[in-house]
């Protein structure tokens, strides 16, 4: 009976050491810090490179540390994903934005605003259920959100992923496919996922007009757009050079240094409030 006794208290603080490791870890870390509220999103502008008007914003996410320095996502984002970290922070930083973009957004329903998900999230419905809930409480329309998915890393399950987008265009949410020319897909995500929007990578666009291979590229990801009814937006813009080049071919919409980077909240706000009404 005693070694029972001893074995079970054995147990029990192998058990404590483990979970008492776990909470000094970095996943313990980051929950404690989203329950201190700090993730917060930030806004880059997307231009229209006809009118100069802001179309909407791409929404990213930056850790804010209890001294105020702001940690980009490459730091945190690979090891969020790893822990499933990505799922509660994902959906504390969509009830953020919509919070803080739904007085301006709901006074132009024009205005779009984009968010990252990763491959995990088009694994099962969970996402499709947890959007609906948050943009239907919310001054952002559900036509107004776009759901961004990299193809830089490869989907789990191309169909679930296509039920998943399938669902989400029925809702009136728009989905674009991301980091295009970088990832695993090549060229089949595109034809495979029916998706609104192509976000053509900044890869590509550094190199505009200067290197032949790549202008190739952009040029026949224009043209693939244009064939599969798709938008195009062009990600990293830097240069005035490059606002003409994509003129030139036709690309309407932009984000990038050469109009801003990303705002905080109240910054992107008071820009959209700026401009004249439609
Ligand atoms: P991304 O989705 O490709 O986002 C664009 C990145 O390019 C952002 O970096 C943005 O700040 C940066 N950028 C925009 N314009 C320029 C430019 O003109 N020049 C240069 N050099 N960079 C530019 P950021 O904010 O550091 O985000 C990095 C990546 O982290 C994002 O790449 C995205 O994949 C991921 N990410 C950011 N927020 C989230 C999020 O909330 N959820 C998920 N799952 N991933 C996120
Ligand atoms: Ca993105
Ligand atoms: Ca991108
Ligand atoms: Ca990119």
Redesign the pocket.
């Known amino acids: 009976a005693s070694a029972g006794a001893g074995g079970g208290l054995g147990l029990l603080i192998a058990l404590l050491v483990l979970f008492g490791g776990r909470e000094r870890g970095p996943m313990a870390d980051m929950h404690r810090a989203l329950r201190n509220g700090e ?1 917060i ?2 806004y ?1 502008p997307i231009i229209d490179l006809d009118t100069g008007r802001i179309l909407g914003c ?5 850790w804010r540390k209890p001294d105020g320095r702001l940690i ?3 730091a945190f ?1 690979g090891e ?2 790893r822990t499933g970290f ?1 799922f509660p ?2 959906l504390a ?1 969509m009830r953020q934005a919509a919070a803080e973009l739904g007085p301006t957004y709901s006074a132009r329903p024009e205005l779009k605003c984009g ?4 491959a995990a ?1 088009f694994r099962d419905q969970t996402i499709v259920t947890d959007v609906a809930a948050i943009f239907s409480h919310s001054d952002v329309a559900l036509s107004q959100v776009l759901l ?1 998915v ?1 193809e ?1 890393d490869p989907l789990p399950d191309m169909d679930a992923a296509r039920k998943i987008i399938a669902r989400f265009q029925e809702m009136g949410v728009r989905v674009a496919l ?2 295009v020319g970088t990832g695993h897909g090549g060229m089949s995500y595109l034809l495979k996922l029916r998706v609104d929007v192509m ?1 053509i ?2 890869l590509f666009i550094d190199a505009l007009g200067s290197e032949r291979q790549s202008t190739a590229i952009v040029d026949s990801l224009i043209d693939l757009a244009a064939h599969l009814n798709m938008e195009v937006v062009a ?4 240069t005035f050079d490059q606002v003409e080049a994509l003129r030139r071919r036709g690309v309407r919409a932009a ?4 109009f801003a ?2 705002l905080p909240g109240s910054s992107f706000c008071q820009l959209v409030q700026a401009m004249e009404p439609v």
């Open positions: 993730f999103p930030h880059q791409e929404v990213l996410v930056r980009p996502p490459g984002i969020a994903e990505i922070m994902t930083v968010f990252n998900l990763c999230h961004e990299t830089r991301d980091d976000k990578d900044k990600e990293g813009v830097e984000q990038g240094y050469v980077p990303p």
